[in-house]
């Protein structure tokens, strides 16, 4: 039995990245697309070249990415690495190109981020810098590594928009969004920029609504300040008194004595329960 827990934990850690699930705090918001542009450190177009899974290489798998262009933050000198896998022949799945909503479906799987990618696929990156080494910005369930295999992709072109509009003082980007909005609605014969007009009316309603509510606050009165254990309010003389004028005596039958009607012992039964391009 030793042996066989010894195996199930070495297997854990040899695990992918998502061996855990993740579990988001009480009032956590997957953020909007704006808010996911002016947070990232660092948004990079890069290619996805390889993947490390050499066992005393690094603490976690990583993947190599060759930068091709940032939109925003400095363009990295070189290949930068990521903590992520790539993804084998039989489990690759490519970002849905006209999606500008939903993270990659990867994001659902169990880690709420996506982790693994093709050997040689474009991606946009939303960066951040943590000590020292690159990590993913966003957060879970958000859109922070997208395939974008074509310089007109859609996620490409609402992304390059959201930079630019979240460089203006916050008082200024609504009638910035309702005019660009507008334009593109306008455009009633192409369906990529009815795609990225519904995108910009998302970012106008705001902020979304958290995926877990917060936890209410804790009575003070109602918590023992010794142990932290929730205590029971005291019942008053009267109230013991009113209680014990309508408690029954149980009879050997079951029934309650004197009541109108009495029902017969039986079986308890169970409960139920019930310039706007489409990409080429």
Not at 168 to 186: D, H, I, M, T, W
Request: glycine fraction near 6%; include cysteine; charge should be negative.
């Amino acid at each position: 039995m030793r042996f066989l827990t010894q195996l199930a934990v070495a297997a854990l850690l040899a695990a992918p990245l998502p061996a855990i699930a993740c579990s988001v705090a009480p009032g956590y918001r997957v953020p909007t697309n704006l808010e996911l542009v002016e947070r990232a450190d660092l948004i990079l177009l890069g290619t996805v070249t390889d993947g490390n899974f050499a066992p005393d290489s690094s603490d976690e798998q990583m993947i190599s990415v060759e930068p091709v262009a940032a939109l925003k933050g400095a363009m990295p000198t070189g290949p930068i690495a990521l903590p992520a896998t790539i993804a084998p022949a039989a489990e690759m799945q490519l970002s849905n190109p006209y999606e500008l909503k939903d993270a990659h479906p990867q994001s659902l799987a169990g880690a709420c981020v996506r982790y693994t990618f093709p050997r040689g696929s474009r991606v946009l990156f939303f960066l951040d810098r943590q000590d020292g080494r690159w990590r993913e910005s966003g957060g879970p369930f958000s859109r922070w590594a997208e395939d974008v295999l074509t310089d007109d992709a859609p996620w490409l072109q609402a992304v390059r928009f959201y930079i630019q509009v979240a460089k203006l003082p916050e008082e200024e980007r609504s009638s910035v969004l309702a005019a660009r909005r507008s334009e593109l609605g306008e455009l009633g014969d192409d369906p990529v920029a009815q795609l990225i007009a519904a995108d910009i009316d998302r970012q106008l309603a705001g902020p979304t609504a958290p995926l877990r509510e917060e936890l209410p606050p804790v009575d003070s009165e109602a918590v023992d300040d010794e142990t932290g254990a929730e205590t029971t309010p005291p019942i008053a003389d009267e109230d013991a008194e009113a209680a014990s004028t309508v408690a029954v005596e149980i009879t050997d039958q079951g029934a309650p004595r004197g009541s109108s009607s009495s029902i017969p012992p039986g079986p308890s039964s169970p409960s139920s329960s019930s310039s706007l391009r489409s990409p080429r």
